[in-house]
């Protein structure tokens, strides 16, 4: 027996020992065989919005599922920089998965799958393909344009604004169905629409808000990350009120907040996740949810919020379902300038 190792040792002892050594061995096994998710959030995973969101799904997706995961923040919104983290996460972690949170990403997400063919990628709020990529996407397009519907039925001055960041997929999307939602629900109010180029820039929100209220504006319907913050302080000061997105904004500041177009984007990391995990991963596919998943796509309004016009947010959430009416994906009108 000299001439075993420490290392044979142990495993000729744990194959005498029989099925007491089989629950140590069978851990290390599954724990090995786990499969690998990593994960790209560009910007900040808690900035109250969309990056939180995302990581929020991904982090329920690591505490409920037998996965491992791994990733990214704090990266540019700007394609070469996505693709050099993509390609980072791919490269160190050699994932099964990897994921993309955001329409940001088309492109960089386009590029590092066919760079990597052997690992399936996804991107969130994503309406691409490719052989190994599929697009999971929850659509807050329905509940903005009932943001607008809301927006044009409790404005008191007739002008409404809405303002986001960058010019992504996703959000051109949802600006073009809140706008449709407020011609929709009184074709004589005013829209004033403005993408500021920066998602988390706060004193660039404030002044957005002081020149859309100037012009009018007594209900703003922010898709913004950090940049949010000074869009609410500023709405505060003015005494104007706002409508949120992602999350409940009228729990969290209800003395802003009218309203909030709850889209849980977190539900598309997750749900991707989980098909990993039930071996029901399809590439090559787009997955979507929006109204018929209240507990993923809804709007929500303040308590205080008239019952004429709750019942009729009512029959046009029906109209959409039913199809009815069809949720506008373009916008072709002005912009607002400050």
């Known amino acids: 027996m000299t001439g075993l190792t420490r290392r044979q040792l142990l495993l000729a002892t744990c194959a005498a020992a029989g099925t007491l050594a089989t629950p140590w061995l069978s851990r290390r096994v599954l724990a090995a065989s786990k499969p690998v998710v990593a994960a790209l959030f560009c910007g900040h995973i808690d900035d109250n919005g969309f990056m939180q969101a995302g990581y929020q799904g991904f982090k329920k997706a690591m505490d409920q599922l037998a996965l491992s995961g791994h990733y990214k923040d704090q990266v540019a919104n700007e394609t070469q920089a996505q693709i050099a983290a993509l390609r980072e996460l791919a490269t160190h972690y050699k994932p099964d998965l990897l994921i993309a949170h955001g329409g940001q990403n088309t492109d960089a997400a386009l590029a590092v799958a066919k760079e990597f063919p052997d690992i399936r990628l996804v991107i969130t ?37 809405h303002q986001s960041g960058i010019r992504v997929p996703p959000g051109l999307r949802a600006r073009a169905s809140y706008a449709a939602g407020v011609k929709h629900a009184n074709p004589e109010v005013k829209l004033l629409t403005n993408f500021s180029g920066n998602q988390d ?23 913004l990350n950090k940049g949010r913050s000074g869009t609410t302080q500023a709405c505060r000061e003015l005494g104007i009120k706002q409508i949120g997105n992602v ?57 205080d919020t008239p019952d004429v016009v709750r019942q009729r947010i009512s029959a046009l959430q029906q109209d959409i379902l039913s199809g009815k009416i069809e949720v506008e994906a373009e916008f072709n009108g002005p912009e607002f300038q400050i």
Do not use: H
């Open 125 to 161: 709020q994503g309406a691409v393909t490719a052989s190994n990529l599929s697009s999971y996407d929850v659509r807050q397009e329905e509940s903005a344009w009932l943001a607008g519907a809301y927006a044009a039925l409790m404005t008191k001055t007739g002008v409404v604004a």
């Open 247 to 303: 999350i409940d904004w009228v729990a969290r500041e209800p003395d802003v907040f009218i309203g909030s177009a709850w889209a849980d984007v977190g539900i598309g990391v997750f749900q991707a996740c989980k098909d990993l995990s039930e071996n029901k991963f399809e590439s090559g596919k787009i997955f979507k949810v929006g109204l018929q998943q209240p507990d993923a796509v809804r709007l929500i309004m303040a308590p």
């Open 201 to 223: 820039d706060i004193e660039l929100a404030a002044r957005v808000t002081q020149a859309q209220a100037k012009a009018g504006a007594d209900i703003i319907y922010t898709m």
